[in-house]
């Protein structure tokens, strides 16, 4: 069929690669029909928010109101509220354990499990815990950590070697600790799958060379493959800073931010000031600085990703 | 893998594959073994033990530890029973449904429209607009609590489902739009032009080769943000105001909150909890992993 042959009262959106490899525009509403929905959404429940934040984050915002105009005083009375400077120096320990574990763990798991016929069930084993809710994750190390001995499984080991029993949530000594162990229990599985793909996409003809030239495991591992997952290492890591920096769950499910407020973090903070104790204006303010945080971070991710299908 | 290629392929040692070098092999191995069995155990312990947990007698559960149940072969289904029916868990449950299958439906088919609006369609600002939309996936979710509940407040979305489906979608719609945009550009030109040429509408093209043809890409979106919706904890403390709406996450905190120590309860709700994800992980493993991998920029 010949383009020309094109009646020309078509519907909008129709036959119109007619013309110089068709780089006409499309109908308006054909566009419309596709993109506004979208957009309409965006604007009303997520543009509008987050400038009505930005405002309110500058406002005392008593029960949620632009009330009166106060500059930047949420933000100074933020840094002088030391339970604020204990979430982010919280947020910074599981930024350094959380994440370099994750990534230790996860390549660990990942080269020693490539070993093995099982492989597969091993890895399957460790993602597991990523298709489950931080809620039951929360539940689940809620009794491994149960002080009595014939309950918590930590304990009973303890006991069993007659150690002093450990109040792993309850001391703030250990409690940061033990949430990050969560943590990273529960996404050590998503660096394993990573990783593991990454050292699959090493020759194989390298490594045997490697050996045949009499290199150890040591040696291949620091020279060959350490090299080799570099670059998926600083993405996850990316991946995982983001998680950190939105972390809620665990800590409100399992201490709900205690012993006093020893576990609290960055957005646990924001909620606790918003919806407990009423101060919307700081409320808004701890949001913000979560933005402020993520912006850099999303954008290097967003730039990552841009020219390539993720799926 | 490397290595037993390495050593299959290798002639020095001709006698591999004979049953007594592989059992030298197997034993050279042992501390891969022992390292493997080792993480194994790490990573199944504490969630077999509240799956059997759930299945023990309350009087058994005080009395001793769920390592200790081969001594005790005593299992129970009333823990689920009554934490289904007294504690609320049943009706959680429904909830936990009623609040995801919108919120998984709704951003599928709005991200899919946009994603083919911004790959295949020709309008003015059509790239800055997606760069905008793509720019929204910084903005955490807490920029939303504080004007959405002001902005659903006269209407009395919290009271309904309503609120909470919005936030969810609103939410989803940067990344998922993203996501699928990325894949859609992926698809051969030439068989939108024909179609285009044979005077196929956009619509049709949508529904008939694009949607088709990104089965893979959409499923596995789609199951993450199943997922992502029924394990929330954060959204629906904030979107859902009535006692009666509240999903799984947030009632087994309550429980938590209310009984700590009552293990029987918690441990059959949390697998009541588990139960979608499970079942998606084990019947739909690829997609699941495609979803949660693609679902790590979000």
Request: with cysteine; net charge positive; hydrophobic share 55%.
């Given at each position: 069929?010949?383009?020309?042959?094109q009646?020309?009262?078509?519907?909008p959106?129709?036959?119109?690669?007619?013309?110089?490899?068709?780089?006409?525009?499309?109908g308006?509403?054909?566009?419309a029909?596709?993109?506004?929905?979208?957009?309409?959404?965006?604007?009303?429940?997520l543009?509008?928010?987050?400038?009505?934040?930005?405002?309110?984050?500058?406002?005392?915002?008593?029960?949620?109101?632009l009330?009166?105009?106060?500059g930047l005083?949420?933000?100074?009375?933020?840094?002088?509220?030391?339970?604020?400077?204990?979430a982010?120096?919280?947020?910074?320990?599981w930024i350094?354990?959380?994440?370099?574990?994750?990534?230790?763990?996860?390549?660990?798991?990942?080269?020693?499990?490539?070993?093995?016929?099982?492989?597969?069930?091993?890895?399957a084993i460790?993602?597991l815990?990523?298709?489950?809710?931080?809620?039951?994750?929360?539940?689940?190390?809620?009794?491994?950590?149960?002080?009595?001995?014939?309950?918590?499984?930590?304990?009973?080991?303890?006991?069993?070697?007659?150690?002093?029993?450990?109040s792993?949530?309850?001391?703030?000594?250990?409690?940061?600790g033990?949430?990050?162990?969560?943590?990273?229990?529960?996404?050590?599985?998503?660096?394993t799958?990573?990783?593991?793909?990454?050292?699959?996409?090493?020759?194989t003809?390298i490594?045997?060379?490697?050996?045949?030239d009499?290199?150890?495991?040591?040696?291949?591992f620091?020279?060959?493959?350490?090299?080799?997952?570099?670059?998926?290492?600083?993405?996850l890591?990316?991946?995982?800073?983001v998680?950190?920096?939105?972390l809620?769950?665990i800590?409100?499910?399992?201490?709900?931010?205690?012993?006093?407020t020893?576990?609290?973090?960055?957005?646990?903070?924001?909620?606790?000031?918003?919806?407990?104790?009423g101060?919307?204006?700081?409320?808004?303010?701890?949001?913000?600085v979560m933005?402020l945080?993520?912006i850099?971070?999303?954008a290097?991710?967003?730039?990552?990703?841009?020219?390539?299908?993720?799926? | 893998?490397?290595?037993?290629?390495?050593?299959?392929?290798?002639?020095?040692?001709?006698a591999a594959g004979t049953?007594?070098?592989?059992?030298?092999r197997f034993?050279g191995?042992?501390?891969?073994h022992?390292?493997l069995?080792?993480?194994?155990?790490?990573?199944?312990?504490?969630?077999v033990?509240?799956?059997?947990?759930?299945?023990?007698?309350?009087?058994?559960?005080?009395?001793?530890?769920w390592?200790?149940?081969?001594t005790?072969?005593?299992?129970?289904?009333?823990?689920?029973?009554?934490?289904?029916?007294?504690?609320?868990m049943?009706?959680a449950?429904?909830?936990?449904?009623i609040?995801?299958?919108?919120?998984?439906?709704?951003p599928?088919?709005?991200c899919?429209?946009?994603?083919?609006?911004f790959?295949?369609?020709r309008?003015?600002?059509?790239?800055t607009?997606?760069?905008?939309?793509?720019?929204l996936?910084?903005?955490?979710?807490?920029?939303g609590?504080?004007?959405?509940?002001?902005?659903?407040?006269?209407f009395?979305?919290?009271?309904?489902?309503?609120?909470i489906?919005?936030?969810?979608?609103?939410?989803a719609?940067p990344?998922?739009?993203?996501?699928?945009?990325?894949?859609?550009?992926?698809l051969?030109?030439?068989?939108?032009e024909?179609?285009?040429?044979?005077?196929?509408?956009e619509?049709?093209?949508?529904?008939?080769?694009?949607?088709?043809?990104?089965?893979?890409?959409i499923a596995?979106?789609?199951i993450?943000?199943?997922?992502w919706?029924?394990?929330?904890?954060?959204?629906?403390?904030v979107?859902?105001?009535?006692?009666?709406?509240?999903?799984?996450?947030?009632?087994?905190?309550n429980?938590?909150?209310?009984?700590?120590?009552e293990?029987h309860?918690?441990?059959?709700?949390?697998?009541?909890?588990?139960?979608?994800?499970l079942?998606?992980?084990?019947s739909?493993?690829?997609?699941?992993?495609?979803?949660?991998?693609a679902?790590?920029?979000?």
């Amino acid at each position: 069929m010949t383009a020309t042959s094109q009646p020309t009262s078509l519907p909008p959106g129709v036959g119109r690669s007619r013309r110089s490899g068709g780089f006409e525009r499309t109908g308006i509403g054909t566009v419309a029909l596709f993109v506004l929905p979208a957009t309409l959404l965006l604007l009303v429940f997520l543009v509008f928010p987050m400038l009505f934040t930005i405002r309110l984050s500058l406002d005392r915002g008593l029960g949620g109101n632009l009330t009166r105009f106060v500059g930047l005083d949420n933000y100074i009375n933020l840094f002088n509220d030391s339970t604020f400077i204990q979430a982010i120096v919280n947020n910074l320990l599981w930024i350094v354990f959380y994440v370099g574990l994750v990534l230790g763990l996860g390549l660990i798991v990942a080269v020693v499990a490539m070993r093995v016929r099982y492989e597969a069930i091993i890895k399957a084993i460790v993602f597991l815990p990523m298709a489950i809710a931080a809620t039951a994750l929360a539940v689940i190390w809620d009794f491994v950590y149960a002080p009595d001995s014939n309950i918590g499984l930590l304990n009973a080991i303890i006991a069993a070697f007659h150690g002093p029993l450990i109040s792993w949530l309850g001391s703030p000594a250990f409690v940061n600790g033990s949430l990050i162990a969560v943590g990273i229990w529960g996404s050590t599985g998503f660096a394993t799958v990573i990783l593991s793909a990454a050292l699959k996409s090493i020759p194989t003809e390298i490594l045997e060379a490697a050996r045949i030239d009499g290199a150890n495991e040591f040696q291949i591992f620091r020279r060959i493959i350490l090299p080799m997952v570099s670059l998926p290492m600083s993405v996850l890591a990316v991946t995982l800073v983001v998680n950190v920096i939105k972390l809620f769950d665990i800590p409100y499910v399992m201490t709900h931010g205690g012993p006093g407020t020893s576990s609290r973090v960055i957005a646990f903070q924001m909620y606790i000031q918003g919806f407990q104790a009423g101060q919307f204006g700081q409320a808004a303010a701890v949001a913000i600085v979560m933005l402020l945080i993520m912006i850099p971070i999303m954008a290097f991710n967003i730039r990552r990703f841009r020219s390539s299908a993720v799926v | 893998m490397g290595m037993n290629n390495a050593v299959a392929a290798s002639a020095a040692q001709p006698a591999a594959g004979t049953p007594s070098a592989r059992i030298v092999r197997f034993l050279g191995r042992t501390p891969v073994h022992i390292t493997l069995g080792i993480i194994a155990l790490i990573w199944l312990a504490p969630t077999v033990g509240l799956l059997v947990t759930s299945f023990r007698p309350r009087s058994d559960i005080q009395a001793t530890g769920w390592w200790e149940t081969i001594t005790t072969l005593r299992f129970t289904l009333v823990n689920y029973q009554s934490v289904l029916d007294a504690q609320g868990m049943g009706r959680a449950f429904l909830n936990s449904i009623i609040i995801s299958v919108p919120s998984t439906l709704l951003p599928l088919a709005i991200c899919s429209l946009a994603a083919y609006g911004f790959s295949w369609l020709r309008f003015r600002f059509r790239d800055t607009i997606f760069l905008i939309v793509v720019a929204l996936m910084m903005v955490p979710v807490q920029l939303g609590f504080i004007p959405l509940l002001q902005l659903f407040k006269p209407f009395h979305l919290t009271q309904g489902f309503l609120g909470i489906w919005l936030a969810h979608t609103a939410f989803a719609l940067p990344f998922g739009t993203f996501l699928l945009r990325n894949f859609f550009i992926t698809l051969p030109r030439d068989l939108v032009e024909a179609a285009r040429i044979d005077g196929s509408s956009e619509i049709g093209i949508f529904r008939n080769i694009v949607v088709p043809l990104s089965v893979p890409a959409i499923a596995a979106y789609g199951i993450f943000q199943f997922l992502w919706v029924w394990n929330d904890l954060l959204m629906s403390l904030v979107f859902v105001g009535n006692n009666a709406n509240y999903p799984m996450t947030i009632q087994l905190n309550n429980l938590l909150g209310q009984y700590g120590t009552e293990w029987h309860l918690l441990a059959a709700g949390a697998f009541l909890l588990m139960f979608a994800p499970l079942v998606v992980f084990f019947s739909l493993q690829r997609y699941f992993v495609q979803g949660l991998l693609a679902g790590s920029v979000k």
